[in-house]
């Protein structure tokens, strides 16, 4: 019995641990607490933190406060852009070219000056990296130098819109000097030979407010004030993005005052906290949306892949039940949301008609309906789940006598069968990376979604052709009126009979301390969350 | 697993029905016995690889896919790069030779989603997982043992029926209901105990040393850094300590009661020796030999089964690693995991069979 009492000894300790917490809440532990925000969120799939390979979610937050780009949004407002690193810019008739002055006052973390070295060998990495974002400069032609305060950027084919494209984080502008010290390569074969990455999740080099200092992955990511931060000084000395796996534990850790901010969870969730007077819920309407495709393609399915099938189809949804699926569900109207500019309102929006659907099916020679197969995701990341719509989408098409399969399967699995164009229908959760309405380009005919859906220059179907003529006008349109009228315009024709159908988008709503400020010009569908913008009172 | 309980039979024989024939090996048998462990142990781990590959490689889904999302597959340039660096675009054949190859130079891969070396990665969460297995342990034979004592001394009373219904219970309950209800009851409802993670997040990890924060944190002269450890060590290992502490409180009871039925305690009643005496130190005597292989058995488990626990509780272990790599198709960490795992619940129960013949030298190790 002897050899237990040490074991005894042990298990004393371990369970008054639980008692002896730390306390770092009085003196200069309050003082440093007050200065630290702590982020609490999964951490699961986050990193690594170099802005040109991650792609997870976080690294917006993490990019947005570690490192500059070129132009940004202010706040929610996606209708302008902003100055950042550049203090103007210009686009070219030919919408190709893209001119940048940049603002003589950036500075690196290491006092350097931002040059436009600097720009035109980020954004050559980026491309050259082949990483998840590398695809974001796959439009471009050339990124040129000409002297230290100019960029050039050239695309490959004309797009007004891609000004927009350089406020995402992923064209965040890197220290040459110190990322080429540490294995940063932007040559033609970076893919291969560029070693900096894991160096970059544990270290930036940015000119943003704030610098990575550690990183335990999967755990912990330190992040401290940017002692040579050429913007106004942000209010946090620290900025701590902890694990806290699930969304329950990330509440209990707010109300103790243990974190700052929850990463974005449902509003069913976020609800029962509207009455707690220490609490605040903050957030942006969510572009990361359901969309629901139906193939173009007859040899994939005959039947859907008819005008008045896919009209039918269109009329058959419970749009309105669709939006009751869970609370904070936020209903689209069409393929661009009403909260972005050439947004389909809800005066356009499609109208549940099952009557008229029988008869265009019965028209279409399928009075009797058909089988057909839907495929899904069984992820789980958002509520409702993909596979929640794909089940009232079944049970909606039903009504009119399509009896639809649903094939779920974990998201890569998910994913590998819709690239390779082999789903009936699909519906897909999606995330364009800029809100602009030109995001729709892929879901055109020759459109990387398009393609999975069979629709095509050479299989446009009965609207495909009208739909390209337009989008070719909108992307070299220089009046923003008009441009934006012609993006407007496809999605609301696309409500009729189009092979998309835009569902709905959750809110990316998330809960604070009551005590810190800020969080409604912080908040945005590009960077997210911008920590420098926040206080505490 | 070579590994079972042996249960000896009582110094001066017990019931009939206990008994178990012992198993004498000629002199040196224990040696051969380690020696054909070790021979073997190879190719346990190779087929284990093998097994982890195959698996890895006919799933129905992309890892380039995976890695680089839906928007970032759609650049053919990207794809090809990533299959390239992680050797997808070869023959499956040439794919396992080339693993095998890094993996006998020690060369665990690269981390598909963090692009950080394999083997960095899981030398920062090990040491979690060995301080949580250690402590669960702990736990468990805190728990187990006096349970399965009182319980055979008290044989067949309400405290004996009570402590059945309640290890059956903790035997039969999945890790993960009971981490979702520990940390919805004792974290969340009481906050009797830290929430997720190893450390609070306004305290510095103190500097790594043996990689065991409590460890470090008072080498580096930091108790309260210790101590914010232990107590965030406490919900996972209180888990995992009560599951594996009901099954240890089965054992022991079980022993026990066979123990006490024994001619040698029939003997030490006669000569008067109180009853305390003869539970404490007697039976309990023979009752520990059986628990000491089950606790290499449970230590092993500990480091294999903690992945749900680790995840739900937060905790950045292996096992929280490993799940997170599984739910990414990070190919080289899960099988780089899964071989970390394998070996050291090998290594574990090799050490745990040697302790077993020096405690008790009539049993050799089978």
Not at chain 1, 156 to 180: I, M
Not at chain 1, 332 to 338: C, D, F, L, N, R
Not at chain 1, 343 to 362: C, H, I, S, Y
Request: glycine fraction near 8%; proline fraction near 7%.
């Amino acid at each position: 019995m002897r050899r237990v009492i040490p074991l005894l000894a042990i298990a004393t300790l371990l369970v008054t641990a639980g008692g002896c917490g730390n306390d770092s809440t009085s003196g200069d532990a309050g003082d440093a607490r007050s200065k630290t925000l702590v982020y609490g969120v999964n951490l699961k799939s986050q990193g690594p933190w170099d802005p040109h390979v991650g792609a997870v979610g976080l690294d917006r937050v993490v990019n947005r406060a570690a490192y500059d780009t070129l132009v940004a949004y202010a706040g929610t407002d996606y209708a302008k852009v902003v100055p950042d690193l550049a203090k103007e810019w210009t686009v070219a008739p030919d919408a190709k070219t893209f001119t940048f002055t940049l603002d003589p006052a950036a500075k690196f973390a290491t006092g350097r000056t931002v040059t436009a070295e600097d720009v035109r060998w980020s954004f050559t990495r980026l491309k050259n990296l082949a990483g998840p974002p590398s695809y974001l400069a796959g439009p471009i032609e050339s990124v040129t130098a000409p002297d230290p305060a100019t960029v050039v950027v050239t695309l490959k084919s004309p797009d007004v819109s891609f000004l927009r494209q350089f406020v995402d984080g992923h064209f965040s502008v890197l220290d040459k000097e110190t990322a080429t010290a540490n294995g940063a390569t932007d040559a033609a074969d970076a893919a291969k030979t560029d070693t900096a990455t894991n160096w970059l999740s544990a270290n930036s080099a940015g000119s943003g407010p704030y610098k990575i200092e550690s990183w335990s992955a999967g755990s912990r990511l330190v992040m401290v004030k940017n002692p040579n931060a050429w913007r106004p000084t942000a209010f946090f000395e620290k900025i701590i993005l902890q694990d806290v796996p699930t969304p329950d534990a990330q509440l209990a850790a707010l109300k103790r005052g243990e974190i700052d901010l929850t990463q974005p969870l449902g509003k069913s969730l976020l609800e029962p906290l509207s009455s707690e007077s220490k609490v605040q819920i903050a957030g942006s309407p969510g572009l990361t949306w359901f969309l629901l495709g139906m193939t173009r393609a007859p040899k994939t399915d005959p039947n859907l892949a008819k005008q008045q099938v896919q009209e039918a189809i269109h009329l058959a949804l419970d749009y309105k039940g669709i939006g009751e699926l869970a609370a904070g569900v936020q209903q689209w109207y069409g393929m661009i949301p009403p909260f972005i500019p050439g947004g389909v309102t809800e005066q356009e929006a499609p109208k549940q008609d099952v009557e008229k659907a029988k008869e265009l099916l019965a028209a279409a020679g399928l009075s009797g309906g058909f089988d057909t197969e839907l495929c899904t995701t069984t992820s789980t990341d958002h509520q409702p789940s993909a596979l929640d719509l794909a089940q009232k989408v079944q049970a909606d098409l039903k009504n009119v006598g399509i009896r639809v399969k649903i094939d779920g399967q974990e998201n890569s699995a998910f994913l590998t069968k819709y690239r390779a164009a082999e789903c009936k229908m699909v519906l897909t959760i999606d995330g364009p990376a800029f809100p602009d309405p030109s995001h729709i380009v892929p879901y055109l005919p020759d459109g990387a979604r398009a393609l999975r859906m069979g629709w095509s220059s050479e299989n446009p179907g009965w609207d495909g052709a009208g739909y390209s003529a337009a989008a070719k006008e909108a992307l070299t349109q220089s009046d923003e009126t008009r441009r934006v009228q012609l993006w407007h315009d496809i999605a609301a024709g696309m409500n009729t009979d189009g092979p998309w159908v835009g569902l709905a988008s959750v809110p990316y709503s998330f809960a604070a301390d009551a005590r810190i400020k800020g969080l409604d010009q912080a908040t945005n569908q590009v960077t997210l969350l911008d920590i420098a913008a926040l206080r505490r009172d | 697993m070579t590994d079972q309980v042996v249960t000896p039979a009582p110094p001066d024989g017990a019931a009939a029905e206990t008994r178990r024939p012992l198993r004498r090996g000629r002199r040196g048998g224990r040696g051969r016995s380690i020696t054909r462990r070790l021979v073997t142990l190879p190719f346990l781990l190779l087929g284990m690889t093998l097994l982890m590959f195959l698996i890895s490689r006919f799933l129905p889904a992309d890892p380039a896919v995976a890695f680089l999302g839906n928007n970032g597959a759609d650049n053919q340039q990207a794809v090809d790069a990533f299959n390239a660096k992680y050797g997808l675009d070869r023959p499956l054949w040439e794919q396992y030779w080339i693993y095998l190859d890094r993996l006998l130079h020690g060369d665990l891969g690269t981390s598909i989603s963090t692009s950080r070396p394999v083997a960095d990665e899981l030398a920062a969460a090990f040491p979690a997982t060995l301080e949580l297995a250690v402590a669960a342990l702990l736990v468990s034979l805190l728990v187990g043992i006096p349970l399965g004592v009182l319980a055979a001394a008290r044989r067949s009373s309400l405290f004996d029926r009570l402590t059945g219904g309640v290890t059956l219970l903790g035997v039969s309950m999945p890790p993960f209901v009971l981490a979702l209800l520990a940390l919805q009851v004792l974290y969340l409802r009481l906050g009797w105990v830290a929430g997720p993670g190893r450390l609070d997040p306004f305290l510095d990890p103190p500097p790594t040393v043996t990689g065991l924060m409590t460890v470090d944190a008072l080498l580096a002269g930091q108790p309260a850094v210790a101590l914010d450890v232990l107590h965030h060590l406490v919900l996972p290992a209180v888990v995992l300590g009560i599951i594996h502490g009901a099954f240890f409180a089965r054992v022991v009871r079980s022993t026990m009661v066979d123990a006490l039925r024994g001619d040698f305690v029939r003997t030490a009643r006669g000569k008067g020796l109180p009853g305390r005496l003869i539970v404490g130190r007697h039976a309990f005597r023979f009752a520990l030999i059986p628990t000491l292989s089950l606790v290499g058995l449970t230590f092993g488990e500990l480091f294999a089964g903690a992945i749900t626990v680790e995840t739900i509780t937060g905790w950045p272990g292996v096992g929280r690693y490993m799940y997170n790599a599984a739910t990414k198709l990070d190919f080289p960490a899960v099988m780089a995991g899964t071989l970390l795992i394998g070996v050291a619940y090998v290594l574990v129960n090799l050490v745990v069979d040697l302790l077993y013949g020096v405690a008790d030298p009539r049993v050799e190790a089978s």
